[in-house]
């Protein structure tokens, strides 16, 4: 048995598979495979990890029919044609819960630097602007008692929700397909509907999958509805958001501040206006790059390929 890897699966996870017996065929050049490598590297593979954002379409998955499993080193799928896996039979596997908190707390992290201008400090003083106290000078926001608004409350949505709560006492509203007691029972937080959220949150943090329903939902119509002190936060796919029409929001005062650890389109480019403004953060998609948090989703895509393998049920299989 062997399995193709399209990065370099983290070592813990390697060992794993070490243990099973099976060996793993990682793509090993600093650019993601083109889709003749990866059908070069899947065509005498019996399964196939997914290490980044490489397309897996409905054409790959008839040309690799042969693959017992496909298993992905994120919790999004979006990038995978599952309703086509599915029919063909061939599980895809993916990374929950392992990386809630990590992903959370990016969110959190953004919120308070784009709250407090961070990113923009920082830059002041490596251009030598560190000179006389301006009380008035450079202000940000507090986040104490105010309102966070989390849109998609899942297992990373709940874990942004407890870090508000707890360090700042915000009041927690989200809005989501289905209620989730456990939020509203240890956060007191409180469904509402989209337009509710947009009028409501001082704060707005994303925390969906990038599905049709979601896809360029934060657009213009959605950010004219918002406080013009609000901020946005998204960690989990740059399409939920219509970066243009944030780049404007943000330009004409209709929100105050972005933080950003997803952008689109990926990667954001050197020249891009958001980088320039005081009250933007943004990071290159680093949501769940902790060595404890990547070693676990190297662990976890390694059990499910594995799992796949031998014909079992997947730990963490995604369901179509
Ligand atoms: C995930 O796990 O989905 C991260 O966003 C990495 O793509």
Not at 30 to 55: C, F, H, I, M, W
Not at 134 to 142: H, Y
Not at 216 to 227: L, Y
């Amino acid at each position: 048995m062997n399995v193709f890897s399209t990065r370099i699966l983290p070592q813990k996870g390697i060992e794993v598979f070490e243990k099973a017996g099976i060996m793993v065929n990682c793509w090993r050049k600093e650019r993601s495979p083109t889709k003749q490598e990866l059908y070069d590297g899947s065509k005498n593979a019996d399964g196939l990890l997914v290490l980044g954002r490489t397309e897996i379409d409905r054409e790959f998955l008839e040309a690799n029919r042969h693959l017992k499993v496909i298993s992905l080193f994120s919790v999004g799928y979006d990038h995978v044609d599952i309703k086509t896996a599915d029919e063909l039979g061939i599980p895809v596997g993916h990374t929950p819960d392992v990386l809630s908190k990590a992903t959370a707390d990016t969110a959190f992290l953004l919120m308070q630097m784009t709250a407090r201008k961070a990113l923009f400090h920082h830059k002041r003083i490596q251009k030598g602007d560190w000179a006389v106290f301006d009380p008035e000078a450079g202000l940000g926001l507090d986040l104490k008692d105010k309102t966070i608004g989390i849109f998609g409350l899942g297992n990373i949505g709940y874990e942004m929700a407890r870090s508000c709560r707890g360090a700042f006492d915000m009041k927690v509203i989200y809005h989501n397909r289905s209620r989730n007691e456990k939020a509203e029972h240890a956060f007191q937080a409180e469904l509402v509907s989209f337009d509710e959220l947009l009028q409501k949150s001082d704060v707005i943090s994303v925390h969906a999958n990038l599905s049709s329903e979601t896809k360029n939902k934060f657009n213009r119509e959605a950010f004219s509805k918002m406080k013009p002190s609000a901020i946005f936060i998204n960690t989990a796919r740059g399409g939920i958001h219509n970066e243009i029409d944030l780049t404007e929001a943000l330009r004409s005062g209709t929100i105050w501040g972005a933080g950003l650890d997803v952008t689109n389109p990926e990667p954001m480019q050197p020249g891009n206006p958001l980088l320039e403004m005081e009250t933007v953060s943004v990071l290159p998609h680093i949501g769940s790059a902790t060595r404890e948090t990547r070693d676990a989703m190297a662990i976890l895509t390694a059990q499910n390929a594995i799992a796949g393998l031998k014909g079992e049920p997947l730990p963490a299989r995604v369901t179509f």
